[in-house]
């Protein structure tokens, strides 16, 4: 499957950003989707995933009450939407994909597939 993620750019303190994963070349369905930022200086780590049906959900505790993950597998998406941003909310953020949940929640850093990264950038 590839990934196109998109939406990143330049906010200040306390704004918000929609990132959006679109996939193509295989069952979207298929795969539990997991976005990751990677801070300058720092190892990619994961922010949120979601199940392949969209019922389980899990974020990383910096990112719990503020983002929303989502997705659509009739419109082959998913999506982060990104709340009360912060400078340390400052990174590439990735969308990846992998047949397992348990992968992703872990943060495995061998996903079965990536996109390229979509920068955020919060200003303080």
């Known amino acids: 499957v590839q990934l196109q993620a998109s939406g990143g750019g330049t906010v200040q303190t306390g704004g918000s950003l929609r990132l959006d994963c679109v996939a193509s070349?295989?069952?979207?369905?298929?795969?539990?989707i997991g976005w990751f930022r990677q801070a300058p200086g720092k190892e990619r780590s994961v922010v949120a995933a979601?199940?392949?049906?969209?019922?389980?959900?899990y974020y990383a505790d910096s990112a719990k009450g503020r983002f929303t993950i989502s997705r659509d597998n009739a419109k082959n998406t998913a999506h982060l939407q990104m709340d009360d941003l912060q400078p340390e909310d400052t990174g590439v953020y990735y969308c990846?994909?992998?047949?397992?949940?348990?992968?992703?929640?872990?943060?495995?850093?061998?996903?079965?597939?990536w996109g390229k990264g979509t920068q955020v950038t919060v200003s303080s």
């Open positions: 979601i199940s392949r049906s969209g019922g389980r959900t």
């Open positions: 070349g295989d069952i979207f369905s298929n795969y539990s």
């Open positions: 990846a994909a992998d047949y397992r949940l348990t992968r992703v929640v872990a943060g495995c850093l061998d996903m079965d597939y």
